[in-house]
T-cell receptor, first 112, second 114 residues
Framework: DAKTTQPPSMDCAEGRAANLPCNHSTISGNEYVYWYRQIHSQGPQYIIHGLKNNETNEMASLIITEDRKSSTLILPHATLRDTAVYYCIVRAEGTGRRALTFGSGTRLQVQP | NAGVTQTPKFRVLKTGQSMTLLCAQDMNHEYMYWYRQDPGMGLRLIHYSVGEGTTAKGEVPDGYNVSRLKKQNFLLGLESAAPSQTSVYFC?????????????FGQGTRLTVV
């Protein structure tokens, strides 16, 4: 699986959009980009994933650049409950890889 | 629908004691995983299972054993606990690892070895 690079921490004002970047410059064609978050030592929670097209669900939007070397997770209206560590994970499909590999993530602090 | 349930939630062990952590999922998932998370760090894979009766080693398997006798349960055993195994343990499950599917995590077991 391709390695990902995320900033260690970010701040965001409550009610504003939080834009969390992720660099995955060595991503391969069959690798998906996943985002999970972990709120205060709880179990990680799935947010969204994508392959090449932008994706949106009730929690967030995922913007993947055309060359797929980077992506941005967007929380459109951040709340205090969105304070968490956000993990960007790249995972290949169909290669025998069996589990998600977690890095250090980005610690997002939403300020009131 | 409880999702992924871990038992116990907290435990304190003395060095050398043994224990078993239980993970149960009610989503009929094929794949199950055990991770550990040390303070300020990301999750590291200990062992995983791709189906009933099968297990495989992850990134940090030493000192742990696992069993998957039933599809819904995945057990993590510590035969002789060491202080280095003080950590938070997370279990996860997913329906299929061949497609782009999400993993569901339990709420964790906080283990302290003194």
């Amino acid at each position: 699986d391709a390695k990902t690079t995320q900033p260690p921490s970010m701040d965001c004002a409550e009610g504003r959009a939080a834009n969390l970047p992720c660099n995955h410059s060595t991503i391969s064609g069959n690798e998906y980009v996943y985002w999970y978050r972990q709120i205060h030592s709880q179990g990680p929670q799935y947010i969204i994933h994508g392959l090449k097209n932008n994706e949106t669900n009730e929690m967030a939007s995922l913007i993947i650049t055309e060359d797929r070397k980077s992506s941005t997770l967007i929380l459109p209206h951040a709340t205090l409950r969105d304070t968490a560590v956000y993990y960007c994970i790249v995972r290949a499909e169909g290669t025998g890889r069996r589990a998600l590999t977690f890095g250090s993530g980005t610690r997002l602090q939403v300020q009131p | 629908n409880a999702g992924v349930t871990q038992t116990p939630k907290f435990r304190v062990l003395k060095t050398g004691q043994s224990m078993t952590l239980l993970c149960a999922q009610d989503m009929n998932h094929e794949y199950m995983y055990w991770y550990r998370q040390d303070p300020g760090m990301g999750l590291r894979l200990i062992h995983y299972s791709v189906g009933e009766g099968t297990t495989a080693k992850g990134e940090v398997p030493d000192g742990y054993n696992v069993s998957r006798l039933k599809k819904q349960n995945f057990l993590l055993g510590l035969e002789s606990a060491a202080p280095s195994q003080t950590s938070v343990y997370f279990c996860a499950s997913s329906y299929s690892n061949r497609g782009s599917t999400e993993a569901f995590f339990g709420q964790g077991t906080r283990l302290t070895v003194v």
